[in-house]
């Protein structure tokens, strides 16, 4: 009955930007701590952006810090990934995944649910 469900993905041009949301069902977010992920053909699953359950703390990867900004709605139990002057690096596809607890945990392997994947492509 879990279900997190990633959309917002698409193709922009280098400098562009893209929303990324994360709308879940079955479960409540408010309870659960939320991460981002993306992984690159080739290339191994990276952590992007964190946020936890009990009062909002955000992490950021060196590699996004300044451009991205996580970001939850309780009440549409939704979170959300903004991503601005975006680099073709930054081209993968997008999972978001929750773990229960307060605590922020940002180890792809402490996750248990994870959604089906956007795909973001940066590119002229």
């Known amino acids: 009955q879990v279900q997190l469900v990633e959309s917002g993905g698409g193709l922009v041009q280098p400098g562009g930007s893209l929303r990324l949301s994360c709308a879940a069902s079955?479960?409540?977010?408010?309870?659960?701590?939320v991460g981002w992920f993306r992984q690159a053909p080739g290339k191994e699953r990276e952590g992007v952006s964190f946020?936890?359950?009990?009062?909002?703390?955000?992490y950021y990867a060196d590699s996004v810090k300044g451009r991205f900004t996580i970001s939850r709605d309780n009440a549409k139990n939704t979170v959300y990934l903004q991503m601005n002057s975006l680099k073709p690096e930054d081209t993968a596809v997008y999972y978001c995944?929750?773990?229960?607890?307060?605590?922020?945990?940002?180890?792809?392997?402490?996750?248990?649910?994870w959604g089906q994947g956007t795909q973001v492509t940066v590119s002229s």
């Open positions: 946020i936890s359950s009990n009062d909002g703390s955000t």
């Open positions: 995944a929750a773990e229960w607890g307060s605590i922020m945990v940002i180890a792809a392997e402490e996750y248990n649910y």
């Open positions: 079955g479960l409540t977010l408010d309870y659960y701590c």
